[in-house]
């Protein structure tokens, strides 16, 4: 279902490739939740015919809250934006980063 989400939103937006976070370990070791995402965005790409770019995701979490924290909003609604600040925040981070 997943996938198919992904395909559908690729059709519809177009993009030229696709970011994907990237679960490393605190001390820059990548364990077996990195594995199964590198497995992942393989297929993805494989899939969709997209380039898949694989960025640390290491404090996006963190990150988010911090950007929420004065932000006024109940914990429930800070709950519901977390995640889409946290990807922002990767996305963010490979586009300081420089090309790929």
């Known amino acids: 279902a997943l996938m198919d989400a992904l395909a ?46 694989f960025h640390d995701e290491r404090l996006s979490s963190f ?8 932000s006024g909003r109940t914990h429930r609604e800070k709950k519901e934006l977390r995640d889409a600040l946290a990807a922002c925040a990767i996305l963010e981070a490979y586009l300081e980063s420089g090309p790929a």
């Open 63 to 70: 990150e988010a809250d911090q950007r929420m924290a004065q």
């Open 8 to 53: 559908k939103a690729v059709d519809r937006h177009g993009p030229d490739a696709l970011v994907v976070g990237l679960p490393i370990n605190m001390d820059g070791t990548e364990g077996a939740a990195a594995k199964d995402v590198r497995e992942f965005g393989a297929a993805l790409g494989a899939r969709l015919r997209i380039t898949v770019h």
